[in-house]
């Protein structure tokens, strides 16, 4: 879709100081997330406490974050009175922040279990399925990025296709964990690092479906 489907309305809109704030923000939450799970990926497979506990430590960043465009996006809601195109896309950011949250704590998630010393127990293959997975987790994000930065929604179908393989890799690593051979609380950290990546694709798909409706409108 080009800029210019949508309509001059919304295009004026995001030219105005106040949004431009909101939008460089809301970018700002993208990449502090991103940049979060790439780490907590990098920790778990190296076992590295010092790269862990730092972002663990950061995860208040995004925290701080998230209340700062949440207070910022109900200041503008509760002080003009905007018209629906800016109501609109005042409430599709209401609702995309707390995705961005959750996937923060997903990722902050992940950086504990490293501190777990789980990763001497990860057979090459549980290591692979984890790189993998934290690839591809990495890849939704950046795609779901640039179509919030772009005012696009391009990516969703490669964004829900990516999602399908992170399940899918969910799948595989539940059942080597379920071949046995490792102690069990092992086994339930790892299935739930599993479960942690596949919900960060979740969130990362529901993100590109509010794109979509913000965008395409």
Same mark, same amino acid.
């Given at each position: 879709?080009?800029?210019?489907?949508? @309509?001059?309305?919304?295009?004026?809109?995001?030219?105005t100081n106040e949004f431009q704030s909101i939008e460089t923000l809301v970018i700002q939450l993208f990449g502090l997330? @991103?940049? /979060?799970?790439s780490g907590a990926t990098e920790a778990l497979l190296s076992g590295d406490h010092h790269i862990a506990r730092d972002l663990i430590r950061r995860d208040s960043m995004v925290d701080e974050l998230?209340?700062?465009?949440?207070?910022f996006s109900y200041e503008v809601l509760l002080t003009t009175v905007p018209e629906e195109s %800016?109501?609109?896309?005042?409430?599709s950011i209401l609702r995309i922040i707390p995705e961005l949250e959750r996937s923060g704590d997903l990722a902050e998630h992940i950086a504990r279990r490293a501190l777990q010393n789980v990763? %001497?127990?990860?057979t090459p293959r549980m290591r692979g399925i984890i790189a993998q997975m934290g690839e591809i987790g990495l890849k939704m994000w950046m795609l779901t990025a640039d179509d919030f930065a772009d005012h696009e929604c391009t /990516?969703?179908?490669?964004?829900?296709s990516l999602d399908d393989e992170l399940d899918d890799l969910q799948v595989a690593l539940v059942a080597e964990l379920a071949s046995g051979g490792l102690p069990i609380p092992v086994t339930i950290e790892l299935a739930l690092i599993a479960r942690f990546y596949e919900r960060f694709g979740d969130h %990362?798909?529901?993100l590109g479906r509010t794109l979509r409706e913000l965008w395409m409108k």
């Open positions: 879709m080009n800029n210019s489907d949508r @309509g001059p309305y919304l295009n004026k809109l995001l030219e997330v @991103g940049g /979060h799970l998230y209340k700062n465009i949440q207070r %800016a109501m609109r896309y005042l409430i990763t %001497a127990e990860l /990516h969703q179908s490669t964004v829900e %990362a798909v529901n």
